[in-house]
């Protein structure tokens, strides 16, 4: 007989696939609806950023996705702090990001904080370009939280789940 740790973890990993799916699903929409280089989805506390999944070229998904950062050199930090708007058309003409690292190497970004039911934020969706953007706006923030919202939807429906399945095997 497995350990209840054991399905605890199991559960997690049925669960987790799912909003795996989701995720995916998420991005590529990000992605292919604004035109962009790179999406992916990240979370965040006080002192780093990790993106957990992203769309892009494999050179980029190897070079980012899984990848830790310094919280205090991310885009997301200056957006959910309401330094930056949620759409950078020109990062490098942004003073609050123009000397950060990632502005090197990507010229345009549009980030949405993934908030959960609970007004908690469990982290951010973003999409960046190579190049700069000059007509990103409100509706490409507009379509991005609405994948924020999907997503937010599903973590926040896994959590319940899990807590519920735990719950009753533990009885």
Do not use: W
Not at 11 to 33: N, W
Not at 61 to 68: A, H, L, M, P, T
Not at 99 to 109: I, K, M, R, S, V
């Amino acid at each position: 007989m497995r350990a209840r740790s054991e399905y605890d973890e199991l559960l997690v990993k049925l669960e987790s696939a799912q909003e795996a799916e989701v995720v995916e699903r998420a991005l590529v929409a990000a992605q292919e609806r604004l035109g962009m280089d790179a999406s992916y989805i990240t979370t965040m506390d006080s002192r780093i950023q990790t993106i957990h999944a992203m769309i892009s070229d494999p050179e980029t998904v190897d070079r980012f996705q899984g990848k830790v950062f310094p919280v205090e050199q991310t885009y997301c930090l200056r957006m959910l702090g309401g330094e930056i708007p949620n759409a950078v058309p020109d990062t490098r003409a942004e003073p609050a990001v123009s000397e950060l690292p990632g502005t090197a190497l990507f010229h345009a970004y549009v980030g949405v904080p993934v908030k959960l039911s609970d007004g908690s934020v469990h982290g951010t969706l973003c999409c960046v370009s190579r190049e700069t953007r000059p007509g990103l706006g409100p509706d490409e923030v507009r379509f991005m939280q609405v994948l924020a919202d999907i997503v937010a939807a599903r973590v926040d429906r896994v959590h319940g789940d899990i807590a519920r399945l735990t719950e009753r095997f533990r009885r």
